[in-house]
């Protein structure tokens, strides 16, 4: 077995190409041959589509060996099993190569016309899960080095041969974030300038704008207007928010790189509400915070909340990864403690259990998400559309005055009509098939913009200066003891609610849940009989634009509120109600779990299942969990 982890590592050491390459693992035709029939023509200025792609977690592996053994301890490196072509679904395993190249010759093949930028929220590089082949810095710098490879084989310009600019070398913004794995100690980031943000900026010498580089290298954060002097999307290093990195000390101490970096997002903030512009947040470790998953620092996620609130007029929304699942999470602004922010008093909620969220902890975290928004303030059914867009339903007049009287005082406690007391943070499911393989597209409102193109642009050099100065300025003040923080202004009483809240121009209309169902597509593709119609796709999960149960008409926070309101209800109103006895709960179920039902429901009565919550829960894991096993874990058809 050690001789056997020495031979692969001297291959890697002499090749980093460690697994063979297969019809199915080879890279994309170069963005630069002669597939491309105008090579020295320019590139027309690409059209808004009102599309952008979140993906996340590749985690490629080149040590990852079909048909090893997917038992954690032998990570589909070693032995005999089930790792499939093109992954190990429901397993630890890291992604083959194979799953790479599919994915990007999928978005080559069906996306990459119809977006106009792409999210890409970290942890491009394999986890240390095999003893006998530890990572090295190496490794994870050419795993990166890849991915980087992958977009420019997929979104690469054509006719960009001689340019010397590094960030015009692609047709679309792409724009990256550190993940937890990108490093070397995983998890542990210590204050830049480091060797790790030294690395980047040369591995994502392509993405980060060159006013930027001098903040990225002290800090790996960075952004780009991804369509100029309109939206922006900032890429957070959050692993100086992170729990589990034990070289800083969250966000309270100006001496502190968490510190440093809400108040750099503080001033961007600052200068795109003077410029009119719209953001985007975008970064790899979600604030999940419950009992069993606290993953930030309380002191830098009491600063995100205040910030998200006072810069609600600019901030579009925030996407996460890390997590492998798809959820989101609200953040309620009446938990905002101003001496917590400034660590003045210790905070109530303390980490507990396994820092890296697994799939049997997962269950624990869903159900606590659940059981917090089951304390979400109650509406009464039936208003959700028509008293939300200002219209009653034409009843008896004299019940008018008490009817607007109790929605107004749900209103009330919500935050008003756009339910400005919470704001909502998206988590995407990963590539890597812990699950099924996933990304998600999105849908944004361009209503005015049409005209304008997607590109790398940035502010003017002079806003920059005046950035770095504030910021060296706080830093050279270390004679004072105490620091008081500077609290974001908030925005304008007479400002109209911004594009998190009120559907206008740049919010979130809608998104669409791609998934590859390894199951089938290993199946398909294995020897000896390989179908001849054998095809690696991603396909629909479900679409938020025509969804039956979630019935969101858009994105915005209220549209989560009222989503988060019916997951959490014990008892679901009627219409999120699975019939026991009907059809609604046998589709849900298995061929052989519907037998089973059949047999026993004459003689158990069962409890009400709320289908909001259950579809959450089987979105949660990307449709890749049977219904047995979420019964064991979720209780969907516990006896009264």
């Known amino acids: 077995m050690i001789l056997r982890s020495l031979l692969l590592l001297a291959l890697w050491t002499a090749s980093c190409h460690c697994v063979p390459e297969s019809d199915q693992q080879k890279p994309l035709q170069s963005a630069f041959t002669s597939s491309h029939p105008n090579q020295n023509s320019l590139e027309k200025p690409r059209k808004l589509h009102g599309r952008f792609l979140h993906i996340t977690d590749f985690h490629p592996d080149r040590f990852y060996s079909q048909y090893a053994s997917t038992d954690s301890d032998d990570a589909c490196h070693w032995g005999e099993g089930d790792a499939g072509i093109f992954g190990a679904e429901n397993t630890d395993c890291d992604s083959p190569i194979s799953l790479i190249n599919a994915t990007f010759q999928w978005i080559n093949d069906n996306l990459k016309d ?6 890409w929220t970290g942890d491009s590089a394999r986890h240390d899960n095999d003893e006998l082949i530890p990572r090295t810095n190496e490794q994870v710098v050419e795993l990166n080095e890849m991915m980087v490879e992958k977009f420019v084989e997929v979104f690469g310009k054509s006719d960009n041969i001689n340019d010397t600019d590094p960030t015009n070398d692609f047709t679309i913004p792409i724009v990256p974030s550190f993940g937890n794995n990108d490093i070397l100690p995983h998890n542990i980031f210590t204050p830049g300038p480091n060797t790790w943000t030294k690395t980047f900026l040369r591995v994502w010498r392509k993405f980060i704008p060159e006013e ?3 903040g990225f290298e002290r800090g790996g954060w960075f952004f780009v207007e991804v369509i100029p002097n ?10 100086y928010f992170f729990n589990s990195n034990t070289a800083v000390n969250g966000c309270a101490s100006k001496f502190e790189p968490g510190y440093e970096h809400f108040e ?3 001033i961007q903030l600052q200068f795109f509400r003077q410029r009119g512009m719209k953001a985007i947040l975008e970064g790899h470790v979600p604030p999940a915070r419950t009992m069993s998953k606290l993953s930030w620092d309380e002191t830098c996620w009491q600063k995100y909340t205040l910030w998200l609130q006072q810069y609600r007029d600019v901030i579009v929304g925030g996407l996460y990864g890390h997590m492998n699942m798809d959820h989101f999470m609200l953040q309620d602004n009446d938990d905002i403690d101003s001496k917590l922010i400034t660590g003045e008093v210790e905070p109530a909620m303390r980490p507990r259990g396994s820092k890296e969220i ?5 269950a624990d975290y869903l159900n606590e998400l659940r059981y917090r928004w089951s304390a979400l303030p109650a509406k009464e059914e039936g208003k959700d559309l028509e008293v939300r867009n200002g219209v009653w339903p034409d009843k008896k007049k004299k019940k008018e005055k008490e009817r607007k009287s109790k929605h107004q005082q749900y209103l009330d406690k919500i935050g008003g009509e756009w339910g400005e007391r919470y704001s909502a943070t998206l988590v995407g499911a990963s590539v890597v098939p812990n699950f099924f393989p996933t990304m998600r597209i999105f849908e944004y409102n361009i209503t005015g913009v049409q005209g304008s193109t997607s590109s790398m642009h940035t502010y003017h050099e002079e806003a920059a200066s005046a950035q770095l100065d504030e910021l060296k300025s706080q830093r ?3 004679s004072y003891k105490k620091h008081k923080y500077v609290k974001p202004r908030p925005p304008s009483k007479s400002q109209p609610p911004g594009p998190a809240y009120s559907p206008q121009t740049f919010s979130w209309l809608s998104y669409t849940q791609y998934f590859a169902n390894l199951t089938t597509i290993n199946a398909a593709f294995a020897p000896p009989h390989k179908s001849k119609h054998a095809e690696f796709l991603y396909e629909v999960e479900y679409d938020t634009k025509n969804d039956t149960v979630y019935r969101m008409p858009d994105l915005t926070v209220r549209s989560y509120i009222d989503l988060a309101t019916r997951i959490g209800k014990y008892k679901p109103g009627k219409d999120d109600v ?7 709960v046998e589709d ?3 061929s052989t779990k519907k037998k089973k039902h059949k047999k026993n429901k004459k003689h158990k009565k069962r409890k009400a299942i709320n289908k909001v919550w259950f579809t959450f829960v089987k979105r949660a894991y990307v449709g890749a969990k049977d219904e047995e096993d979420l019964q064991d874990q979720f209780g969907f058809m516990r006896d009264n």
Not at 358 to 362: A, E, L
């Open 212 to 214: 930027q580089r001098h």
């Open 578 to 584: 699975w019939d026991t006895t009907g059809s609604d």
């Open 264 to 266: 750099w997002l503080r």
């Open 476 to 478: 050279n003040h270390r």
């Open 114 to 119: 119809s977006i106009d930028f792409v999210i």
């Open 588 to 590: 849900g179920l298995s």
């Open 358 to 362: 697994s799939i049997q902890s997962s």
């Open 230 to 239: 309109k939206l922006a999307v900032l890429s957070l290093n959050t692993l």
